[in-house]
């Protein structure tokens, strides 16, 4: 029983494309997350919503756009994708955004953009 | 510079042998600290967290802070195969709340 899943797993797209990605949560928590981790392993956040409002928003061009249809939910659209969005995104989900709680991470989503 | 710095690795130590990772930091307001394990193509998952300076264990696990030299370690005793992974710190400051910032983890090899 996945707390936290991701679709797809892998998406392989070429420049310009709009996609979207995927996210559910399964443990009742009330924060979600958006991060991007890239070829160097290095993980950043990029967008936080917490009971389906936006709480932390990092800088992150305007292409990415998060929305939250409910608190479980966290799905993350990307337009015009550039070769440089290739990365592994991760959601996560903590109980609550006052913290630190622990965060649950998702299996990732690979996107590569060709 | 980034504000969490790590050694990427690889560290290739033999089973049995004591893993020590470590991280250091440049914001003072970093006051919770955690270390994720994350395996190939998975993600990451909370191992131990500490809040502010001092020593916590955890079975084979012992994790340190040291606050006035803006340095954390982890410390893996006994080492398995099975404990090969990506190392990954992170940490918050108190009025972030659930923002982490995280190292960009190391790599360690565990050979039987």
């Known amino acids: 029983d996945t707390a936290v899943s991701q679709t797809p797993k892998y998406l392989v797209t070429q420049m310009g494309n709009d996609k979207s990605i995927k996210c559910e949560q399964n443990l009742g928590h009330d924060t979600m997350y958006w991060y991007k981790q890239d070829s160097k392993k290095f993980l950043k956040i990029m967008f936080s919503?917490?009971?389906?409002?936006?709480?932390i928003n990092e800088t992150v061009p305007n292409r990415f756009s998060p929305k939250s249809p409910d608190k479980a939910h966290l799905n993350l659209h990307i337009n015009s994708l550039e070769l440089g969005d290739s990365a592994v995104y991760f959601c996560?989900?903590?109980?609550?955004?006052?913290?630190?709680?622990?965060?649950?991470f998702g299996p990732g989503t690979r996107l590569t953009v060709t | 510079q980034k504000e969490v710095e790590q050694d990427p690795g690889p560290l290739s130590v033999p089973e049995g042998a004591i893993v020590s990772l470590n991280c250091t930091y440049s914001?003072?307001?970093?006051?919770?600290f955690m270390w994720y394990r994350q395996y190939s193509r998975k993600g990451p998952e909370l191992l131990m967290y500490?809040?502010?300076?001092g020593n916590k264990e955890d079975g084979r696990f012992t994790a340190q802070v040291d606050k006035s030299s803006k340095y954390i370690s982890l410390f893996i005793r006994d080492s398995q195969p099975s404990d090969s992974a990506t190392y990954l710190c992170?940490?918050?400051?108190?009025?972030?709340?659930?923002?982490?910032?995280f190292g960009g983890g190391t790599r360690v090899l565990v050979k039987p």
């Open positions: 919503y917490n009971n389906k409002e936006l709480i």
């Open positions: 992170a940490m918050s400051a108190k009025a972030a709340g659930n923002k982490l910032t």
């Open positions: 914001n003072s307001a970093f006051q919770y």
């Open positions: 996560a989900s903590s109980q609550d955004v006052a913290g630190p709680y622990e965060q649950y």
């Open positions: 500490t809040y502010s300076s």
